[in-house]
């Protein structure tokens, strides 16, 4: 699941996703209703792809937690975030056994229930796949340096030759 490029404002309901970068901020289109808003660099903006959940073996990424929930789901909705607390809780148990339950409080399960609900809705929840984008250089263009490689061997890129006044 791509969270690359969704948002959550703070002070403003839903998801959005990041349209286009300006000098003073940027252009966000509502999940909910796909309206364009502007925001600016003052804004509390939280990129879904930095969020993590706190774990007792550490902090695992929001995106994994969402992947966990889509599997348990078959990419279906999961359960409403308006549940009564004792069953959200129970319900991410079965999402994320290990989640820190001193840390992870019932107010931030609701939250990634509804957001991922919201995702869901608009068709974002996928399976993960890498895409390369550039080509990997061929092995022979790689050359390998080593403390015994003498600097002689290592070929540096050809400099251009400047042009002389005569």
Same mark, same amino acid.
């Given at each position: 699941?791509?969270?690359?490029?969704?948002?959550?404002? *703070?002070?403003?309901?839903? &998801?959005?996703?990041?349209? +286009?970068? @300006?000098?003073? %901020?940027?252009?966000?289109? $509502?999940? #909910?209703?796909?309206?364009?808003?502007?925001?600016?660099?003052? *804004?509390?903006?939280s990129? &879904?792809?930095?969020?993590? +959940?706190? @774990?007792?073996? %550490?902090?695992?990424?929001? $995106?994994? #937690?969402?992947?966990?929930?889509?599997?348990?789901?078959?990419?279906?909705?999961?359960?409403?975030?308006?549940?009564d607390?004792?069953?959200?809780?129970?319900?991410?148990?079965?999402?994320?056994?290990?989640?820190?339950?001193?840390?992870?409080?019932?107010?931030?399960?609701?939250?990634?229930?509804?957001?991922?609900?919201?995702?869901q809705?608009?068709?974002?929840?996928?399976?993960?796949?890498?895409?390369?984008t550039?080509?990997?250089?061929?092995?022979?263009?790689?050359?390998?340096?080593?403390?015994?490689?003498?600097?002689?061997?290592?070929?540096?890129?050809?400099?251009?030759?400047?042009?002389?006044?005569?």
């Amino acid at each position: 699941m791509n969270l690359e490029k969704i948002l959550s404002i *703070s002070g403003k309901p839903g &998801l959005y996703i990041l349209r +286009v970068q @300006t000098r003073t %901020g940027f252009v966000a289109e $509502s999940l #909910v209703d796909g309206k364009k808003i502007t925001v600016n660099l003052k *804004s509390n903006v939280s990129l &879904l792809s930095e969020i993590s +959940v706190y @774990t007792y073996e %550490g902090e695992k990424p929001l $995106s994994d #937690v969402m992947q966990k929930i889509a599997d348990k789901e078959n990419k279906g909705q999961a359960i409403s975030h308006k549940e009564d607390n004792a069953k959200l809780t129970a319900y991410f148990k079965e999402i994320l056994p290990d989640y820190d339950e001193e840390r992870v409080y019932p107010s931030d399960i609701k939250k990634i229930l509804n957001w991922y609900n919201m995702l869901q809705a608009k068709g974002l929840v996928t399976d993960e796949v890498a895409v390369a984008t550039e080509e990997a250089p061929a092995a022979e263009e790689l050359v390998a340096v080593t403390e015994e490689t003498p600097i002689a061997e290592v070929k540096a890129p050809a400099k251009k030759a400047k042009a002389t006044k005569e």
